[in-house]
């Protein structure tokens, strides 16, 4: 690696990261080396796909609902070699996670459940199905290693952004060019290829984003199959500080599901009197004391299939265990309207509202939605009581994994101290704090030789 090389890197990593591009480059240089190692010298494609944060909106988007994440600076390469033939290759720079091979095709064969290359598997497949002329056979390496890279585990959607780095490289190097908004669908539709119903926030994240910006997105397509998005400018006297709490649930994929099936029990339920709704979305602007009535505080998939009501079909669902119905339908109804309140807040810049709504938003998924744990409980409690602070709440899927802060810029230093000494004398851990230094959405970086 040349002293040439890494004035180059500079370059290239300033218009992506701004300040944060020193740190980067000595990142990217480990990566290119460590390809140089495993394959060898030669050509080298460089992409990026970033983790997100997302500031309200939890669970509304596979409610056809409101989200408004935004992408991080921290983010996951895929560093790419083209080989002859089909087969890919892949290694990870973090020894975890074991080698593994694939031949590209429209039918690629699961590793077992859990293993890395899964995600990379699903958007391989769907690149091979969609695009006109097939990718070449590649020589991967991932690097996606914190701390600059997309904690795993924390809510931050490493995954997603692995499966739309994956995409992105194989599109650019077939040289498939779709819209942006349609590659974010396919790439969340691609998850499902490890077990998850997900929805479509993580991926139109990493790659519709833009520097210091929110992205706002209505989950509903309209009637030509297009997604409305903005962005939001953060505002420039406030801050989000992203806390990692250090832990997550083991069973979060089966959680996740329940969730997904109350609401389309919901659903089924409500079509009783509403035959034309397919999704939470339709009824949001019923008055909630009208629904509520319609909705079971619980029923068992069980339950519910005695009554015709059809959940889809879930992974891994018992249809003994009782679903929250009301409960998590009250979740996703009042949870889009505190999005589209915020965006009024952010709006009239009035943070202090926009905080309120972020304080709601933990309540209702502490209490209705049921995904919070006690130490997030703890960091948003605690987070709110330091001077500056708007509001916080749990962000992601929740089960663990962060909070997201929103606080005045001459608060960061205190909240950081607090927070950490308050938790660390709780929990006997320290927690990760950093800023969301919102960055821009997944693509190419270069192309370079090592
Ligand atoms: C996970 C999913 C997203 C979204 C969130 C909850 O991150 O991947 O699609 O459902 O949970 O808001």
């Not at 991080?72 to 560093?79: A, Q, T």
């Not at 929990?427 to 030789?449: E, N």
Request: charged share 20%; aromatic share 6%; proline share 7%.
């Amino acid at each position: 690696m040349t002293q040439i090389l890494e004035s180059t890197l500079f370059g290239l990593l300033d218009p992506i990261y701004g300040p944060g591009a020193p740190a980067q480059t000595a990142r990217y240089q480990t990566a290119l080396e460590a390809f140089a190692r495993r394959y060898g010298p030669g050509p080298v494609h460089l992409f990026r796909a970033p983790g997100r944060v997302n500031l309200i909106g939890e669970h509304t988007d596979y409610n056809h609902g409101f989200v408004l994440p935004a992408a991080l600076d921290k983010d996951i390469l895929l560093l790419a070699r083209p080989r002859p033939g089909h087969r890919v290759r892949l290694s990870n720079i973090e020894p975890l996670f074991e080698d593994a091979e694939f031949e590209l095709g429209e039918s690629i064969p699961p590793a077992p459940r859990g293993h890395w290359s899964n995600y990379l598997r699903g958007a391989a497949q769907m690149v091979a199905a969609q695009a006109a002329t097939p990718p070449p056979g590649l020589d991967i390496l991932v690097a996606g290693t914190a701390p600059a890279g997309v904690p795993r585990g924390a809510g931050l959607s490493s995954s997603s952004a692995l499966v739309v780095a994956m995409a992105v490289a194989l599109a650019h190097l077939a040289g498939w060019q779709p819209e942006r908004a349609s590659l974010a669908h396919r790439c969340a539709d691609a998850e499902w290829y490890v077990g998850t119903r997900g929805g479509i926030m993580d991926h139109f994240a990493a790659l519709l984003s833009r520097r210091d910006h929110a992205l706002f997105l209505d989950c509903r397509a309209d009637a030509q199959g297009s997604y409305h998005t903005r962005h939001i400018p953060f505002p420039a006297t406030h801050r989000l500080v992203v806390v990692d709490s250090g832990l997550h649930h083991d069973n979060v994929r089966g959680e996740y599901n329940r969730r997904v099936a109350a609401c389309r029990a919901g659903v089924g339920l409500l079509r009783r009197s509403l035959p034309d709704i397919t999704h939470l979305r339709d009824v949001q602007n019923i008055p909630w004391a009208d629904l509520a009535g319609q909705l079971p505080e619980v029923a068992t998939p069980a339950d519910l299939a005695r009554q015709g009501i059809d959940l889809g079909e879930i992974p891994g669902l018992d249809a003994q265990e009782p679903l929250r119905v009301a409960a998590c339908c009250r979740h996703v109804w009042t949870e889009n309207a505190r999005v589209l309140q915020t965006l009024d807040a952010l709006a009239a810049n009035d943070i202090a509202q926009a905080g309120r709504l972020l304080h709601e938003a933990h309540a209702s998924a502490r209490d209705d939605y049921a995904i919070s744990t006690p130490e997030l409980d703890f960091l948003v409690s605690t987070a709110e009581t330091v001077d500056g602070v708007a509001g916080a709440r749990l962000t992601g899927a929740g089960w663990g994994g962060c909070v997201v802060v929103l606080v005045a810029q001459e608060a960061v230093g205190t909240l950081q101290t607090q927070l950490a000494a308050a938790y660390a004398a709780h929990t006997g851990r320290t927690p990760a704090i950093f800023l969301c230094q919102a960055g821009p959405g997944a693509g190419p970086v270069a192309s370079l030789s090592v």
